[in-house]
């Protein structure tokens, strides 16, 4: 959204350390992520995917005891200074998971509710509301299907309706990044072409990381792409690049499928 | 494709047909049938009692059960009449103590289920907790007895009595609401966390509406607990008779001793003589009914809450 001048990248980190308790699952993470584009993050099981992705929002930190060394920088500002609001950050750094969560209520309140959280109750009356659901609800696509569903649990919905669902319930707050831990794998082929489909459409208007365990998404869905062996950044170039001619031997060995 | 396969032999290697019965698996299947036979006498040895108890006391009890004997006070040096006394101060002290007990139970359940960290501190807590739910009743008695008769200076009273029952039914009430909060999947708090909810505003937006149900059941089920225990109460505040009024709804103040079910009943089987026979038996089943009616509606609550939620 508003692209501050200089950086070319929404995201970027320093020499990152992360441990959890004594056991360091981030080990010297520099890497910078462009503003507007799809990145992937590949890497096998464990080798600290997710943990980077949660640092980015700095949700890691509800997760138990968690230690950080070293800078990140969300939009230019760094996110460990004292005055950074954790509520703003995550605001404009949303999250989506590898299962669907809708919350167990309408899907107008699941659209709404990050919303309400942010909103002194009395600046939400019932149009700005309701055009927050058909705004969210028309990025995603999903307007069409629910615009006379709004009512029904969202939680009864098919699985790659509600995946969309959590993803329209960011755009409200108008999120910079959204970040997506391998939004595909509880669906289908369908679902996840529809997600795909759906990233593309985002592309561009929102900085977008994705999480992936399926190489061939990688390829199919971002413009550059990581990959991580055990906490360390081993390689981050043009998509297209790394899984043509991958600069180290590691890379090389893990799409050649030789672990992972 | 292979062409020189033979087709399977319909013969194992020692020369029986596949899948045919051997000796072990039909000594697998006698220790199955056993085995279902032992579980299904225990549990008909474990109902037989029950039933037989209920059984009895309602057939001992008949002759006295009426709207009446709920109603009237007793008379004639407790020989006769009903239980309302008794009845009404059971309420009082029920209702008291988990006005008391509920919203410090649930929200120290929040506390650490919520907000705590791993510390040694909060690990003490924890085991303190358990510990103290394991408590028996008379030590919960001897405790009320020093802490709010003497030292509070509340006297031998409803107020204190109320507050025995409450100390002991907190830490139990803590451990079930806990359990009910951890339920809620994590997930529904990650969605709320990605969109920046504070922990207050994850809390009451979604971990409470959706574990409200095992909150409440286990609130419940403490109502039966405090009103069944005697200890407790005839340490603290229950007696053994006080006039009150047929009827009446307030007869009780708070620095009043108060009459109790399970005291009453206590009292009706070792210290009253010449009490009609069927009394004590009724003052049973009206304690035995009224568990079972707070238990039914537990029971009920819970279920109708489980079927508006989904996930
Ligand atoms: N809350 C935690 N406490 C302790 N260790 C953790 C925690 N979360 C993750 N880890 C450890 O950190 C390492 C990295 O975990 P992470 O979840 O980031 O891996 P990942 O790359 O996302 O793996 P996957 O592909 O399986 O999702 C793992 O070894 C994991 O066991
Ligand atoms: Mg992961």
């Known amino acids: 959204?508003?692209?501050?001048?200089?950086?070319?990248?929404?995201?970027?980190?320093?020499?990152?350390?992360?441990?959890?308790?004594?056991?360091?699952?981030?080990?010297?993470?520099?890497?910078?992520?462009?503003?507007?584009?799809i990145t992937s993050l590949i890497g096998p099981s464990g080798c600290g995917k997710t943990t980077l992705l949660r640092c980015f929002n700095r949700v890691n930190e509800r997760y138990g005891e968690v230690r950080t060394t070293g800078d990140i920088e969300v939009l230019g500002r760094n996110i460990y200074a004292a005055d950074v609001s954790l509520i703003e950050l995550r605001r404009?750094?949303?999250?989506?998971?590898?299962?669907?969560?809708?919350?167990?209520?309408?899907?107008?309140?699941?659209?709404?509710?990050?919303?309400?959280?942010?909103?002194?109750?009395?600046?939400?009356?019932?149009?700005?509301?309701?055009?927050?659901?058909?705004r969210a609800l028309t990025e995603t696509g999903l307007w069409k299907d629910l615009k006379d569903r709004l009512r029904t649990r969202a939680t009864d919905l098919q699985l790659e309706q509600q995946q969309k669902l959590c993803i329209a319930r960011l755009l409200p707050l108008r999120p910079d990044v959204i970040l997506m831990d391998e939004p595909c794998s509880a669906l289908d082929v369908e679902g996840t072409r529809a997600i795909e489909d759906l990233m593309a459409e985002l592309r561009?208007?929102?900085?977008?990381?994705?999480?992936?365990?399926?190489?061939a998404q990688a390829r199919r869905v971002s413009d550059e792409c990581i990959f991580m062996l055990l906490g360390e950044l081993v390689e981050h170039r043009r998509t297209a690049e790394l899984f043509l001619v991958p600069q180290d031997r590691r890379t090389a060995e893990y799409i050649e499928g030789r672990y992972g | 494709m292979r062409t020189d396969a033979q087709p399977r032999v319909a013969a194992g290697p020692d020369g029986r047909?596949?899948?045919?019965?051997?000796?072990?698996?039909?000594?697998?299947?006698?220790?199955?049938?056993?085995a279902r036979a032992v579980f299904l006498a225990m549990t008909l040895l474990m109902v037989a009692p029950l039933v037989a108890i209920v059984a009895h006391l309602v057939v001992e009890a008949w002759p006295?059960?009426?709207?009446?004997?709920?109603?009237?006070?007793?008379?004639?040096?407790?020989?006769?009449?009903?239980?309302?006394?008794?009845?009404?101060?059971?309420?009082?002290?029920?209702?008291?103590?988990?006005?008391?007990?509920?919203?410090?139970?649930?929200?120290?359940?929040?506390?650490l289920n919520e907000y705590a960290k791993d510390t040694w501190f909060n690990r003490i807590i924890n085991l303190a907790v358990i510990n103290l739910a394991g408590v028996p009743s008379i030590v919960h008695a001897l405790f009320g007895l020093g802490a709010f008769v003497y030292a509070a200076r509340f006297g031998f009273s409803v107020m204190a009595a109320s507050l025995t029952l409450a100390i002991m039914t907190l830490p139990v009430i803590?451990?079930?609401?806990?359990?009910?909060?951890?339920?809620?999947?994590?997930?529904?708090?990650?969605?709320?966390?990605?969109?920046?909810?504070?922990?207050?505003?994850?809390?009451?937006?979604?971990?409470?509406?959706?574990?409200?149900s095992g909150i409440l059941t286990g609130i419940i089920l403490q109502v039966s607990r405090a009103a069944g225990e005697t200890a407790p109460?005839?340490?603290?505040?229950?007696?053994?008779?006080?006039?009150?009024?047929?009827?009446?709804?307030?007869?009780?103040?708070?620095?009043?001793?108060c009459m109790a079910l399970s005291m009453h009943l206590y009292v009706l089987t070792t210290q009253v003589p010449n009490v009609a026979h069927a009394i004590p038996y009724a003052t049973a089943v009206v304690l035995l009914g009224s568990v079972l009616l707070v238990n039914a509606a537990a029971i009920g609550l819970r279920v109708w809450l489980r079927n508006r939620k989904r996930w």
């Open chain 1, 1 to 37: 959204m508003s692209a501050p001048a200089a950086s070319p990248f929404a995201i970027e980190t320093r020499a990152l350390n992360l441990w959890y308790g004594s056991f360091q699952a981030l080990k010297g993470v520099t890497v910078g992520i462009r503003h507007g584009q």
């Open chain 1, 92 to 134: 404009s750094v949303g999250m989506v998971f590898q299962r669907p969560n809708p919350l167990p209520l309408t899907v107008y309140e699941n659209v709404v509710f990050a919303l309400r959280l942010h909103t002194p109750g009395r600046q939400l009356t019932r149009p700005t509301l309701d055009e927050a659901v058909e």
């Open chain 1, 204 to 215: 561009g208007r929102y900085t977008i990381v994705i999480v992936t365990h399926s190489m």
């Open chain 2, 17 to 34: 047909p596949p899948f045919a019965e051997t000796a072990y698996g039909r000594r697998k299947l006698r220790q199955e049938s056993a």
């Open chain 2, 64 to 111: 006295a059960l009426s709207l009446e004997f709920l109603l009237d006070v007793p008379r004639n040096r407790m020989t006769e009449g009903g239980i309302w006394s008794a009845l009404v101060g059971t309420i009082y002290l029920v209702a008291i103590s988990l006005a008391v007990a509920a919203p410090i139970g649930v929200l120290a359940a929040v506390y």
């Open chain 2, 174 to 212: 803590i451990a079930s609401t806990r359990e009910a909060l951890a339920a809620v999947p994590t997930a529904f708090r990650e969605a709320c966390w990605n969109v920046g909810a504070s922990r207050w505003q994850t809390i009451r937006g979604v971990v409470l509406p959706n574990s409200i």
């Open chain 2, 233 to 257: 109460v005839m340490f603290t505040g229950a007696v053994l008779y006080k006039a009150v009024e047929r009827g009446s709804l307030f007869p009780y103040y708070l620095d009043d001793q």
